[in-house]
C-alpha cells in the first residue's frame, strides 16, 4: 500500500490551479509556452503580439533553456526562483544527441547568462529540490519543470511517452528529450500531480508522483525547476 504523502500543516489535500493552456506552436518552444501559461493577462498579451521580436531579442529563438525562461519572466515582473544542480551548461552534454546540435550555437550564451543572473536580479540556487517542496509550493504558485518527455505519461489521457506532434520533430530513436511542463496541482490521498503539457492540445494531464520524479531527474534535465510566485 502507497504512502500518503505528507506536505506542511494546512497545506489543501488537493490543489489545482486554474491556468490558460498554450499549446507549443515549434519543437523549440515548449518553455516559452510555459512562461505563457503562468504569465498575467497584460503580458501574456504583449508576448504573443511580440512572440519573434522578442525572442530574438532575449537571443534564444530557435531552443530555449530553462535560464532563458528565468530572463523572460524577469522581463516580465514575475517572481520566482531557479534551483538547478548544475551551474552553466554540463561538460558532459557533449555528445549527447539531444544537445549536441544545439551546444555549438548556445554554450557561450547559457554560460554567460549564469555567470550575470545575480546582478541581473535573477535569482538561482544551485541545489536539488524534494517533491514535496515543489507540491508544498503550488499553493503559492505553479512551477515549470524541465523533464524528459520519453518519461511522461497520462493516467487520464492515456497519451504515453511524448505526443505525436513531438515525434515528428525528434531524431528516433533517442534516450533523452528535454521538455518542460507545467506543474498545477496535485492530489495527495491518490499521490497524483496535476500537469499542463504544451505539445498536447487544452488538457490537464496526470500522472503519479514516481513518474514525476523519474522524468524530472532524468540525466539531462539537471533538475532544473522554476518556482513560481502568483
Not at 123 to 147: F, K, M, Q, W, Y
Not at 195 to 211: G, H, K, L, Q
Given at each position: 500500500?502507497?504512502?500518503?504523502?505528507?506536505?506542511?500543516?494546512?497545506?489543501?489535500?488537493?490543489l489545482?490551479?486554474q491556468?490558460?493552456?498554450?499549446?507549443?506552436?515549434?519543437?523549440?518552444?515548449?518553455?516559452?509556452?510555459?512562461?505563457?501559461?503562468?504569465?498575467?493577462?497584460?503580458?501574456?498579451?504583449h508576448?504573443?503580439?511580440?512572440?519573434?521580436?522578442?525572442?530574438?531579442?532575449?537571443?534564444?529563438?530557435?531552443?530555449?533553456?530553462?535560464?532563458?525562461?528565468?530572463?523572460?519572466?524577469?522581463?516580465?515582473?514575475?517572481?520566482?526562483?531557479?534551483?538547478?544542480?548544475?551551474?552553466?551548461?554540463?561538460?558532459?552534454?557533449r555528445?549527447?544527441?539531444?544537445?549536441?546540435?544545439?551546444?555549438?550555437?548556445?554554450?557561450?550564451?547559457?554560460?554567460?547568462?549564469?555567470?550575470?543572473?545575480?546582478?541581473?536580479?535573477?535569482?538561482?540556487?544551485?541545489?536539488?529540490?524534494?517533491?514535496?517542496?515543489?507540491?508544498?509550493?503550488?499553493?503559492?504558485?505553479?512551477?515549470?519543470?524541465?523533464?524528459?518527455?520519453?518519461?511522461?505519461?497520462c493516467?487520464?489521457?492515456?497519451?504515453?511517452?511524448?505526443?505525436?506532434?513531438?515525434?515528428?520533430?525528434?531524431?528516433?530513436?533517442?534516450?533523452?528529450?528535454?521538455?518542460?511542463?507545467?506543474l498545477?496541482?496535485?492530489?495527495?490521498?491518490?499521490?497524483?500531480?496535476?500537469?499542463?503539457?504544451?505539445?498536447?492540445?487544452?488538457?490537464?494531464?496526470?500522472?503519479?508522483?514516481?513518474?514525476?520524479?523519474?522524468?524530472?531527474?532524468?540525466?539531462?534535465?539537471?533538475?532544473?525547476?522554476?518556482?513560481?510566485?502568483?
Amino acid at each position: 500500500m502507497r504512502r500518503k504523502l505528507l506536505l506542511k500543516p494546512g497545506q489543501p489535500e488537493r490543489l489545482h490551479i486554474q491556468l490558460l493552456h498554450f499549446k507549443q506552436k515549434y519543437n523549440w518552444d515548449c518553455g516559452i509556452s510555459c512562461v505563457l501559461m503562468v504569465l498575467p493577462k497584460r503580458q501574456r498579451q504583449h508576448l504573443l503580439k511580440n512572440f519573434v521580436k522578442i525572442c530574438k531579442k532575449e537571443g534564444f529563438y530557435g531552443s530555449t533553456w530553462t535560464i532563458d525562461l528565468c530572463y523572460l519572466l524577469k522581463r516580465y515582473g514575475i517572481n520566482h526562483v531557479y534551483y538547478t544542480v548544475t551551474l552553466g551548461v554540463h561538460p558532459g552534454y557533449r555528445g549527447n544527441s539531444f544537445y549536441n546540435n544545439i551546444l555549438t550555437k548556445d554554450e557561450s550564451r547559457i554560460n554567460r547568462r549564469f555567470e550575470t543572473a545575480k546582478s541581473d536580479g535573477v535569482v538561482i540556487e544551485r541545489a536539488s529540490v524534494t517533491c514535496a517542496t515543489i507540491l508544498d509550493h503550488l499553493i503559492n504558485g505553479p512551477v515549470i519543470v524541465l523533464t524528459n518527455a520519453r518519461l511522461l505519461n497520462c493516467d487520464v489521457c492515456k497519451l504515453n511517452k511524448i505526443s505525436t506532434e513531438l515525434r515528428k520533430c525528434i531524431p528516433w530513436p533517442i534516450s533523452y528529450q528535454g521538455h518542460f511542463i507545467v506543474l498545477c496541482g496535485y492530489d495527495l490521498n491518490s499521490r497524483k500531480v496535476y500537469y499542463r503539457n504544451p505539445s498536447f492540445a487544452d488538457r490537464v494531464c496526470i500522472m503519479s508522483v514516481e513518474t514525476l520524479e523519474e522524468a524530472r531527474k532524468s540525466y539531462g534535465t539537471d533538475e532544473d525547476v522554476i518556482l513560481v510566485y502568483t
